[in-house]
């Protein structure tokens, strides 16, 4: 399935041995948004991103201000949908944090409770490798 895979660190190599391999471009999540947001049809296709820092852009949000910063991401993302799939894009989401699926997925980061689930929608847990792999597509169900 092409779209999002959101997963911990700790489930990377070299971090774990027999890990995840990390996509070959790795990006800070504001870059990424930057990228898609001012030239989505210029990424090449078929590549591979490994997007870091959604922990740090969500805790650096106030806490008051969260689910809003989140709705406007889940926003770019969704307006680039349509080119990242026919490019066959591939995106791995990493955080730092741990990622606490329930009613709906967030992720704990430095003591706070960070709204996933208002950017990713609805996510499908998937075992790989002994690693909570989180995946939806690019179209981001709700």
Do not use: W
């Not at 092409?2 to 070959?24: A, H, R, S, T, V």
């Not at 990242?84 to 409770?113: A, C, H, N, W």
């Amino acid at each position: 399935m092409k779209g999002y895979e959101i997963f911990e660190q700790k489930y990377l190599k070299p971090y774990k041995d027999d890990g995840i391999d990390p996509n070959d471009i790795k990006i800070g999540f504001l870059d990424f948004l930057r990228e898609i947001k001012s030239d989505a049809e210029g990424i090449s296709r078929l590549s591979s991103f490994m997007v870091v820092g959604i922990d740090e852009v969500l805790y650096m949000t106030k806490a008051e201000d969260r689910l809003t910063m989140a709705r406007k991401i889940h926003n770019i993302l969704q307006s680039a949908a349509s080119v990242l799939e026919k490019k066959k894009i591939q995106v791995q989401i990493v955080s730092k944090g741990r990622l606490v699926p329930g009613d709906s997925l967030f992720l704990e980061y430095r003591g706070e409770k960070l709204p996933l689930a208002f950017i990713f929608g609805s996510t499908i847990r998937n075992d790989v490798r002994g690693a909570n792999v989180y995946t939806t597509g690019f179209n981001l169900s709700t």
